[in-house]
């Protein structure tokens, strides 16, 4: 009964040669766009040939691959000529290009090399902006998809190289037509949480350009640069690239490469410690032993073992201060002695009568002033001051009719009532 049973490989071998005596699947000519492509250090090539509905794995050999007069890109559109045949240890169906022809770029690609021209102009690129990634951070925020490899690989690393550091995660969609909102909407969320966030990451793990293409969208892009947190970008594999990565204030080529630059190993720190330990013990015994060797070079010095000789010395420097000082008051009497000579000499001293008359010459002319702005001199020209009150009255609006007041003139005051005011 089991004889009706095949096997796997039977089956599979079976499809194989179905496949290979097919004449149609023989050569075969398709276009497409190019996706998930990796290019092996061997020399050959590992892609998928897509359009809107469907995909189909290619490989294409290093001897074939040599050929090409440029390098196939993702989302580049091509005409692709090979063989379709079956992969025996996965079953799997796949082209075998002989040879492939670029018929120009993906729309994907297109719009993202757009995107990347307008912002670079735009100075979100600049290295100006980038924001430092603090050494040790207390609380670090991590946007990406909460289940898969990207979490998980994040959360473990952080957690063996930097056990101290707390982690939030804000979960968010990262493939898809909604996921470009929703990350930009996470970090928002996360600038404004209080959280007190140190350094963010924001990615997700490996996929083609299509599946990557979340983090290529304007409004991703423009919260990543407005984010007063420092982000790291950790998007894909290594050779993928995003426009999150080129604005972001760091690139990490993985999730755990995000990881392991937001956070120090704590082995380099304790190990650090360790050895600034050992310099800090090393520089104090330095210092101890220099102080001893500097006492002990006090203790020798032949001022202590003869302290009667700084005595001496400094009973000749006081000797010497005094005989200074002494020649400078010598020197000030000598002075004092000169000048009072001179003034002695001095013509007016000899002659004091000179100088009384130059004062009184002085004192003349200024008599002969106050006598021109005297006002009874003014009152002696004809002229008269006019009160009220005891106060001088210096316009008309001073006085009212029937209000008494003095006239004062040169030889007298005269009383007087306003019958009349006029101008």
Same mark, same amino acid.
């Given at each position: ?8 490989? #039977? ?27 990796? #290019? ?137 037509? #909604? /996921? ?52 790291? /970008? ?190």
């Amino acid at each position: 009964m089991d004889e009706k049973y095949l096997t796997v490989t #039977a089956l599979t071998r079976y499809l194989k040669y179905k496949f290979e005596s097919d004449n149609n699947l023989r050569q075969v000519f398709i276009k497409g766009e190019i996706s998930n492509f990796k #290019a092996h250090s061997t020399g050959h090539f590992y892609f998928s040939i897509k359009d809107e509905q469907s995909r189909i794995n290619a490989i294409m050999f290093s001897t074939n691959t040599k050929k090409l007069d440029f390098i196939p890109k993702e989302g580049m559109k091509v005409l692709v000529a090979g063989s379709i045949r079956i992969y025996e240890a996965t079953g799997n169906y796949q082209i075998y290009v002989e040879d492939l022809i670029e018929d120009g770029v993906g729309s994907l690609y297109i719009a993202f090399e757009k995107l990347k021209e307008k912002l670079q102009k735009e100075g979100l690129f600049d290295l100006k902006y980038k924001k430092p990634i603090p050494k040790y951070p207390s609380n670090i925020g991590i946007i990406t998809a909460p289940t898969g490899a990207a979490i998980r690989d994040i959360l473990s690393t952080i957690k063996r190289r930097y056990p101290l550091a707390n982690t939030y995660l804000f979960p968010a969609l990262v493939q898809g037509d #909604a /996921s470009a909102l929703d990350i930009a909407k996470k970090i928002r969320q996360a600038n404004e949480s209080l959280f007190n966030l140190d350094v963010l990451i924001v990615g997700r793990g490996g996929g083609s350009f299509e599946d990557l293409n979340s983090f290529n969208d304007e409004n991703v892009a423009r919260e990543i640069f407005k984010s007063n947190i420092p982000i790291i /970008s950790a998007v894909g594999h290594e050779v993928d690239y995003t426009i999150a990565d080129f604005v972001a204030d760091l690139r990490a080529p993985t999730p755990t490469g995000a990881a392991e630059l937001a956070v120090p190993n704590m082995i380099d720190l304790k190990h650090n410690l360790k050895q600034y330990n050992i310099r800090l013990n090393e520089a104090i015994m330095k210092k101890i032993n220099l102080k001893k060797l500097y006492l002990d070079s006090i203790k020798n010095s032949f001022v202590i073992k003869n302290p009667m000789i700084m005595y001496d010395n400094k009973k000749q420097k006081l000797d010497l201060i005094l005989e200074k000082l002494n020649q400078i008051i010598l020197n000030k009497v000598d002075k004092q002695k000169e000048y009072l000579i001179s003034l002695k000499k001095n013509y007016i001293l000899n002659n004091p009568e000179i100088l009384y008359k130059n004062y009184q010459i002085k004192l003349v002319n200024l008599m002969e002033k106050l006598e021109i702005v005297s006002p009874l001199n003014t009152l002696k020209r004809g002229y008269s001051l006019t009160y009220k009150d005891n106060i001088l009255v210096k316009s008309i609006k001073d006085v009212k009719i029937k209000e008494n007041i003095k006239i004062k003139m040169a030889d007298g005051i005269i009383s007087a009532s306003i019958n009349e005011i006029g101008e």
